[in-house]
């Protein structure tokens, strides 16, 4: 019995080997095609060591949800998507659950702490978020919009121009083209940036891979509404954003959306397909360690991800399914390649 265990032992490493191998060989050959551009994903293999202390505390809710059944910690985007299919699944069961919004960082604090049964985030996972016995669930993607003032004549930009903007080699809108194919306006470009959860790949990361490929004229802010109100308030900004959190914290006469490479963010045919490369990725947790596991949190999260096409479009996530159908890759619920 001894021998057969060492050689499942054996051959689990094996597989653990090459499927990180298979992950690196991907990682370089993306690296090659587009050096600028940062890793939409984390490696889904590497977990990311704790103390035994830590594995050994069970989950302890905090005030808010103390006397609750299943408490959940959701990102600002995904809270008020899947809201309504959680007080569905509440009332249906007969249960009380508490639900936090918050920030990536307040969502994945909760699960680094465990406080929660489940945590929702807008970015994929990065190498410190990949715990022991937590396991990630895709509900889907958000095309990140790159957004200028309303006034501005540019309404399509490269993909290199974007970069070569926020890196500080095109400093005015004359050096782009108008749709007329006329030079943009005379007048300097002020590129803002959010660069939000550093640690994580996808979001900002990919339109340049680090936060010291950005100038450091570019105006850095630390919200959302900020972002925006420097879009509305200044006519040579350019910012990104989803296209929900755009229309929701942003002033719609204000700003516009940009093409890219004549692709538009909004176009979902052109996002799953790949073709259209800036997103975020909306990724819920729940704990498959059996000492933390909730069977009533298994249920929910499969009830969210059987019901995504209930859920409003105004959120303009592209959910799952689609992505799965389009040739993006899976490990178990959790999207972690793009398509071919």
């Not at 680094?112 to 895709?138: F, I, N, Q, W």
Request: aromatic share 8%.
């Amino acid at each position: 019995m001894k021998a057969i265990r060492v050689l499942i032992y054996l051959s689990a490493v094996c597989l653990l080997v090459i499927a990180s191998g298979v992950w690196d060989n991907a990682v370089m050959a993306a690296a090659a095609k587009d050096p600028l551009r940062g890793q939409p994903f984390s490696d889904p293999a590497k977990v990311y060591n704790m103390s035994p202390e830590w594995i050994r505390q069970s989950i302890k809710y905090e005030s808010w949800a103390e006397g609750a059944d299943l408490a959940l910690a959701l990102d600002q985007q995904i809270y008020p998507a899947v809201l309504p299919l959680v007080r569905e699944f509440e009332k249906k069961n007969g249960l009380r659950i508490a639900v936090e919004e918050g920030t990536c960082g307040i969502a994945a604090g909760a699960a680094a702490k465990k406080t929660v049964d489940v945590s929702a985030m807008c970015c994929p996972p990065g190498e410190a978020d990949r715990l022991p016995g937590l396991r990630y669930h895709t509900m889907g993607i958000a095309a990140l919009a790159i957004i200028v003032n309303k006034e501005n004549p540019v309404s399509n930009l490269s993909l290199a121009d974007v970069r070569m903007i926020y890196r500080g080699k095109i400093h005015k809108w004359s050096e782009v083209k108008t749709p007329s194919g006329d030079p943009g306006p005379n007048a300097d470009i002020r590129p803002v940036v959010r660069l939000h959860c550093k640690t994580r790949p996808g979001h900002w990361c990919l339109i340049l891979g680090k936060e010291d490929l950005f100038s450091p004229k570019a105006m850095e802010v630390g919200s959302i509404p900020n972002m925006l109100s420097q879009i509305a308030a200044l006519k040579g900004a350019i910012g990104y954003e989803t296209l929900w959190m755009a229309a929701t914290y942003g002033t719609k006469d204000k700003y516009k959306f940009l093409t890219i490479d004549g692709i538009s963010p909004q176009d979902d045919t052109a996002v799953v397909s790949g073709k259209y490369t800036l997103y975020r990725t909306m990724n819920f947790t729940s704990w498959d360690d059996p000492k933390l596991a909730k069977p009533t949190a298994k249920k929910l999260i499969e009830y969210i991800l059987s019901n995504l096409d209930r859920v409003d479009k105004g959120f303009a996530i592209i959910p799952a399914p689609l992505l799965r159908k389009a040739g993006w890759k899976f490990t178990g619920d959790e999207v972690t390649g793009e398509p071919d």
